[in-house]
């Protein structure tokens, strides 16, 4: 597996539900989602991602403005741990995207900002992205299931893992969620 199975395979049975659910635009989709996206959460060790840590890191690079900034340098991924990768990537990526815009925000503003970008990647690299490519056909193309991949993650129930995720790092990682 790409992920060498970071995300072992008993949430395969989720996700696959959770898919099944966004491949038939089912009401239940983003529950469907959500619960699979909790349990894939939960394999993460409490406190391994730092937020904070990180949001400050972006905020650092936001404010200096230097435009040709490394920011593989200046935002490292950490070898053999998936989700720090993922979330090395999400930074980097909103500092691609937004660079200015995070200078005048503030720490815990960035962390959340990170958390459900984070959250929207975990989604779809443990998941939504392993198998839905392979349900592709007639009924449903690509297009159909990049829409109902954004719909869904946009929905209440995705996103209200979010402040559960930054709780559960922030606090193991001694920073707390003010």
């Given at each position: 597996?790409?992920?060498?199975?970071?995300?072992?395979?008993?949430?395969?049975?989720?996700?696959?539900?959770?898919?099944?659910?966004?491949?038939?635009?089912?009401?239940?989709?983003?529950?469907?989602?959500?619960?699979?996206?909790?349990?894939?959460?939960?394999?993460?060790?409490?406190?391994?991602?730092?937020?904070?840590?990180?949001?400050?890191?972006?905020?650092r690079?936001?404010?200096?403005?230097?435009?040709d900034?490394?920011?593989?340098?200046?935002?490292p991924?950490?070898?053999?741990?998936?989700?720090?990768?993922?979330?090395a990537?999400?930074?980097?990526?909103?500092?691609?995207?937004?660079?200015?815009?995070?200078?005048?925000?503030?720490?815990?503003?960035?962390?959340?900002?990170?958390?459900?970008?984070?959250?929207?990647?975990?989604?779809?690299?443990?998941?939504?992205?392993?198998?839905?490519?392979?349900?592709?056909?007639?009924?449903?193309?690509?297009?159909?299931?990049?829409?109902g991949?954004?719909r869904?993650?946009?929905?209440?129930?995705?996103?209200?893992?979010?402040?559960d995720?930054?709780?559960?790092?922030?606090?193991?990682?001694?920073?707390g969620?003010?």
């Amino acid at each position: 597996m790409p992920d060498q199975d970071l995300f072992p395979r008993q949430m395969d049975k989720l996700w696959e539900q959770a898919n099944k659910a966004v491949i038939g635009a089912q009401e239940a989709a983003p529950e469907a989602v959500a619960e699979a996206l909790a349990f894939t959460l939960e394999s993460i060790p409490p406190g391994s991602l730092d937020f904070a840590e990180v949001a400050a890191e972006i905020q650092r690079i936001a404010r200096a403005g230097v435009p040709d900034e490394d920011l593989c340098t200046a935002i490292p991924a950490p070898p053999g741990d998936e989700a720090g990768r993922l979330l090395a990537l999400v930074a980097r990526m909103l500092l691609a995207t937004m660079g200015g815009d995070l200078a005048g925000a503030a720490v815990n503003e960035i962390s959340a900002l990170l958390a459900e970008h984070f959250v929207r990647a975990l989604a779809r690299r443990a998941g939504l992205e392993r198998s839905l490519p392979f349900k592709l056909g007639p009924e449903f193309s690509a297009l159909d299931a990049m829409h109902g991949m954004a719909r869904v993650l946009s929905e209440p129930a995705v996103r209200a893992t979010v402040p559960d995720l930054l709780a559960r790092h922030l606090a193991d990682a001694g920073e707390g969620t003010a």
